[in-house]
Structures are given as structure tokens and as C-alpha cells.
């Protein structure tokens, strides 16, 4: 099979995908691993995919978003490990703020701490943090139908009225110029606003949000600190440190 033959067909089938391992991508042509590294650095560098641990991910525009179901299929190992982190953190007698998504929603499971009060954005936190007989806290506003957020002038209104001993929140993108990073504006602004409100504030993300940006900026790195996975090969995670703290999970 052609290079080009090789770069369209590994792109058909992120697109297809949105997220492709190298098994995959050496199944779908037939090469050897080596040779789709080099493809993927190549196609890297035309700024037509992003490389990940194990594999590629579909380049999608600043104001994309999947959905909370796509989210859920994606990374459930590292999120499980980063919620379970995540929750350790979490003390009896707390009031946290848990964002709406899908490594938020990992945390919810792992938390043993006794009397804890969740207030919360996501309509998928509401059902987790109740099986996990949690007190529970929803801002007002709409619902968003992909992220199933509540978002709006009422969420932006009622999120005022609380403080949080911690925060966790999700992110679309980690770059160390941009900051952290969400595509819908007004999501973004009541995830600036809890990190404000909050004793102490957490992004949880796995490592494919690393070098991202999406269209709003969220915070600066240096106002959240960076709960993610450890892969052992990414000297990324060491750039990040001089700029927030990162508490890495081991994998």
C-alpha cells in the first residue's frame, strides 16, 4: 500500500472512530508498527490527527464537542483510575462541586467520605452521586442535549450562591499557553466560576486533552491542579508541573 494510500485510509478510520489504537491502524493497512509511527508523526505534523498513548485521535474543530455517551466509551480505565485518585481527596463533612462528564462522573463511585455534599451541573452526577446516597444540589438553568450540562444565565445565577471545600472539573483541552480549555462558552464560564468559588480546585483529564485548546478558555493552568494518568512516556507532564501542580496517576 502507497503512503498516501496508508495516510487516507488511517484518517477514514479516525473519522469514523474518533479514536484508533496502532493494533487497529496496522490491522486497517496492513504495515508494520513502525511504519504507522512514522504516518502518524507525518500526519501529526499537517495537523490532521493528534497522537495518543497507544494509538490517534480525530482532530475535531475548537467547537466540537462529543457527546457525554461518546465520552463514556472512551478512556474508561484511566477515568476509573483518576476518579478513584480524585476521591481520596475527598474528607468527611466536604462540599464539593462535581462538573458534568464522564471522568467526573468516575469519581462519584470511589468516594467512602462520610456526610458529603455534592452540588453539581451534570444531570448524569445527580443519578451517581444518589446511588452513592450523597447529598445532592443541581443549579438551575437548561439542559444542554450532548454534554447533558445545565448551562445558561439561571446556572450562572444560582452557582453564585455556593462555596466549595473542592472542586473537580472536566476539560476539552491542557496547553500550556492557552490553559484549560472547553468548546461551548457558556459551560465554560460556570466551570470558571466553580474553580472560583472553591478551596481548592481540580482538573481531572486523561492525557489525550494534552497540547489541546478549544474555542473558550476556562482558567489559567496555574488556577486548577491537574489530576491525570502517568503513562511513564510523556515528558509533557513535566512542562505542565512548572505550571500548575499534577497529580499523576501511575499506570
Do not use: W
Amino acid at each position: 500500500m502507497l503512503t498516501l494510500e496508508r495516510h487516507e485510509r488511517i484518517l477514514a478510520l479516525l473519522k469514523q472512530q474518533k479514536i484508533a489504537k496502532l493494533h487497529e491502524l496496522v490491522e486497517a493497512t496492513g504495515a508494520s508498527e513502525s511504519t504507522i509511527r512514522r504516518d502518524l508523526s507525518i500526519l501529526e505534523d499537517d495537523h490532521k490527527l493528534k497522537r495518543i498513548h497507544g494509538g490517534a485521535s480525530f482532530l475535531s474543530r475548537k467547537s466540537e464537542e462529543p457527546s457525554l455517551l461518546e465520552k463514556k466509551t472512551q478512556h474508561t480505565t484511566e477515568k476509573d483510575a483518576i476518579g478513584k485518585h480524585a476521591a481520596s481527596l475527598v474528607e468527611n463533612n466536604d462540599c464539593i462541586y462535581v462538573d458534568a462528564g464522564s471522568t467526573t462522573e468516575a469519581i462519584l463511585p470511589h468516594i467512602t467520605a462520610k456526610n458529603v455534599t455534592v452540588v453539581t451541573n451534570g444531570l448524569n452526577i445527580i443519578e451517581a452521586a444518589l446511588l452513592q446516597n450523597l447529598k445532592v444540589y443541581v443549579l438551575a438553568g437548561y439542559v444542554k442535549t450532548g454534554t447533558r450540562a445545565f448551562v445558561g444565565k439561571a446556572a450562572a445565577e444560582s452557582i453564585k450562591q455556593y462555596r466549595f471545600d473542592l472542586a473537580f472539573i472536566g476539560t476539552n483541552g491542557i496547553d500550556v499557553s492557552f490553559g484549560y480549555s472547553t468548546p461551548d462558552p457558556e459551560e465554560a464560564s460556570i466551570k470558571a466560576a466553580a474553580i472560583a468559588q472553591s478551596n481548592l480546585a481540580y482538573m481531572v483529564s486523561d492525557p489525550s486533552k494534552f497540547r489541546q485548546t478549544s474555542f473558550t478558555k476556562i482558567a489559567d493552568l496555574n488556577e486548577a491542579s491537574l489530576i491525570t494518568i502517568d503513562y511513564g512516556d510523556d515528558d509533557y507532564l513535566e512542562e505542565l508541573s512548572e505550571y500548575t501542580r499534577v497529580e499523576a496517576v501511575k499506570q
